[in-house]
C-alpha cells in the first residue's frame, strides 16, 4: 500500500552540483505532478505529466528539468543546484488531469542548497 | 491570475471547540476545490472536495465544507476539535481538464488541551 514513493527524504547539495530526485506511484494513475513547498507560500507547481510520454511547464519550471520515465515514474532534475531551490519537494500522481480527480501525494524530499 | 487566499495564518483553538477555516478563489469559472491537511514531515491528504451539486460536502475525520459562489469561498468546519486535529491545511483550485492545481499558503492549527 505504498501510493506515492519520494526518494531521496533528505539530501544536502553544493551550489553547482545536480540531482534527480525520484518519484514512483503504485496507484496504475496517468498524471503526475511535481511541487515545491516553501514557508508562506504553500505548494506550486513546477512541472506536470498529464499522461506518459507528455510533460508541461507549471507555475516555477525555471531551473528544473522532467523525465516520465514510464507511466509509475516521474523523476525532477536539478542541473546546477542553487541556494533558491532549497525547499520541500512533493511528487503527486492522480488519475487523470481532468482538474475533478484528487491527488495524491509522497512524504516530500528535504533538499538544501548550500 | 487564479488564486486563492487562506487570511488565517495561525489559528489556535481549545479542544472540543468548534473550528472554522477560511479560504477564498478568484477565478471565474466553476472552481473545484479541495481541502488538503498535511502533518508535520508527512504529505498532503485529501479532506475533502468540491466539484458541483450539494454546495456542503462532507469529508473525512468529521470535516464538512461549505462552497458559496457568491462569496467566492470554501470554508471548512469542523463543530468539535480534536487534539489530533493540529496540522496545517491547504486549500486548493482548480477546474475542469486543467492540470495547475493552486494552492493557498495554508493556516496552521494549533489545539490547546
Known amino acids: 500500500n505504498a501510493g506515492v514513493t519520494q526518494t531521496p527524504k533528505f539530501q544536502v547539495l553544493k551550489t553547482g552540483q545536480s540531482m534527480t530526485l525520484q518519484c514512483a506511484q503504485d496507484?496504475?494513475?496517468?498524471?503526475m505532478y511535481w511541487y515545491r513547498q516553501d514557508p508562506g507560500m504553500g505548494l506550486r507547481l513546477i512541472y506536470y505529466?498529464?499522461?506518459?510520454?507528455?510533460?508541461d511547464k507549471g507555475e516555477v519550471p525555471n531551473g528544473y528539468n522532467v523525465s516520465r520515465l514510464n507511466k509509475r515514474e516521474f523523476s525532477l532534475r536539478l542541473e546546477s543546484a542553487a541556494p533558491s531551490q532549497t525547499s520541500v519537494y512533493f511528487c503527486?500522481?492522480?488519475?487523470?488531469?481532468?482538474?475533478?480527480?484528487?491527488?495524491?501525494f509522497g512524504d516530500g524530499t528535504r533538499l538544501s542548497i548550500l | 491570475a487564479q488564486s486563492v487566499t487562506q487570511p488565517d495564518i495561525h489559528i489556535t483553538v481549545s479542544e472540543g471547540a468548534s473550528l472554522e477555516l477560511r479560504c477564498n478563489y478568484s477565478y471565474g469559472a466553476t472552481p473545484y476545490l479541495f481541502w488538503y491537511v498535511q502533518s508535520p514531515g508527512q504529505g498532503l491528504q485529501l479532506l475533502l472536495k468540491?466539484?458541483?451539486?450539494?454546495?456542503l460536502v462532507q469529508g473525512i475525520k468529521g470535516f464538512e465544507a461549505e462552497f458559496k459562489r457568491s462569496q467566492s469561498s470554501f470554508n471548512l468546519r469542523k463543530p468539535s476539535v480534536h487534539w489530533s486535529d493540529a496540522a496545517e491545511y491547504f486549500c486548493a483550485v482548480t477546474w475542469y481538464n486543467n492540470n495547475d492545481m493552486r494552492f493557498g499558503a495554508g493556516t496552521r492549527l494549533t489545539v490547546k488541551p
Open positions: 496507484m496504475n494513475h496517468n498524471s
Open positions: 505529466s498529464a499522461s506518459e510520454g507528455t510533460t
Open positions: 468540491y466539484f458541483s451539486g450539494d454546495t
Open positions: 503527486a500522481s492522480s488519475e487523470a488531469g481532468t482538474g475533478d480527480q484528487p491527488q495524491h
